[in-house]
């Protein structure tokens, strides 16, 4: 008959020396690679942060509860704001208005 080979007949043979493993450098500080990139004429990959101008908050006590969202594109929101700036009034307030001449000009 077949017989059947023991798998752990070799554990006892030699057992693995463990060592402890050998520390990995620590990397250079990020002031020191700019210094050293500059240095040497490596330009930066990363584009230039664009920073877009910021609105004034508007704050109106109005009684208007409801959120409204509407996907637009960048130029009918300005344009949106801008027409809100120039007549000192609320988003809704703008909106209401819109909605009213539409109505008027469709009847």
Known sequence: MNTRVN???????????????????????????TRM??????????????????RKRRVYTTGRNRQ????????????FYKMADEQKIPLGALLERALDALERAGA
């Open 7 to 33: 798998a752990f007949a070799d554990l006892n043979a030699a057992l693995p020396a463990f060592t402890v493993k050998p520390k990995k450098d620590k990397p250079l500080a990020e002031e020191t690679i």
């Open 37 to 54: 990139a500059e240095e040497n004429n490596f330009p930066s990959r990363q584009a230039p942060k664009a920073k877009e101008p910021k």
């Open 68 to 79: 409204f969202n509407v996907k637009a594109t960048n130029e009918t929101v300005e344009r």
